[in-house]
């Protein structure tokens, strides 16, 4: 099992900055992909960035185009932390930021975009995005 937290969520002004954090707990794990995905109200839940680590080729990363630019994904190894950078908000922004764990290996970069490739989901934490 693998436990997930959020948080860094919070009110901010069109512009302004926020970095959500996702610390991992439970078992520990060397290759894995970590996603970013968020929900606003009355919407799906929507990607918006991976980062996939594996033994054999490092690590990558993907963004959805919506984000591309002004959010970074990250990770610290070290406190088993992955950070989601988020500048340039807008208001469109604004939504519930979940982030999520897939242990599997080999899971393409289109297929990583998709809610039901993660196994292990974090509670969520609410970002919103004033004008």
Same mark, same amino acid.
């Given at each position: 099992?693998?436990?997930? +937290? +959020?948080?860094?969520?919070?009110?901010?002004?069109? +512009?302004? %900055?926020?970095?959500? %954090?996702?610390?991992?707990?439970?078992?520990?794990? %060397?290759? $894995?992909?970590?996603? #970013?995905?968020?929900?606003?109200?009355?919407?799906?839940? +929507?990607?918006? &960035?991976?980062?996939?680590?594996?033994?054999?080729?490092?690590?990558?990363?993907?963004?959805?185009?919506?984000?591309? *630019?002004?959010?970074?994904?990250?990770?610290?190894? !070290?406190?088993?932390?992955?950070?989601?950078?988020?500048?340039?908000?807008?208001?469109?922004?604004? =939504?519930?930021?979940?982030? &999520?764990?897939?242990? %599997?290996? *080999?899971?393409?970069? *289109? $297929?990583?975009?998709?809610?039901? =490739? $993660?196994?292990? #989901?974090?509670? !969520?934490?609410?970002?919103?995005?004033?004008?």
């Amino acid at each position: 099992q693998v436990q997930l +937290e +959020e948080s860094g969520g919070g009110l901010v002004q069109a +512009e302004g %900055s926020l970095r959500l %954090s996702c610390a991992a707990s439970g078992r520990t794990f %060397s290759s $894995y992909a970590m996603g #970013w995905f968020r929900q606003a109200p009355g919407k799906e839940r +929507e990607f918006v &960035a991976t980062l996939v680590v594996t033994d054999r080729s490092g690590a990558y990363v993907s963004y959805a185009d919506s984000v591309k *630019g002004r959010f970074t994904i990250s990770r610290d190894n !070290g406190k088993a932390t992955t950070y989601l950078q988020m500048n340039s908000l807008k208001p469109e922004d604004t =939504a519930v930021y979940y982030c &999520a764990v897939t242990l %599997s290996n *080999g899971r393409t970069s *289109g $297929y990583l975009t998709r809610p039901s =490739a $993660y196994d292990y #989901w974090g509670q !969520g934490t609410q970002v919103t995005v004033s004008s």
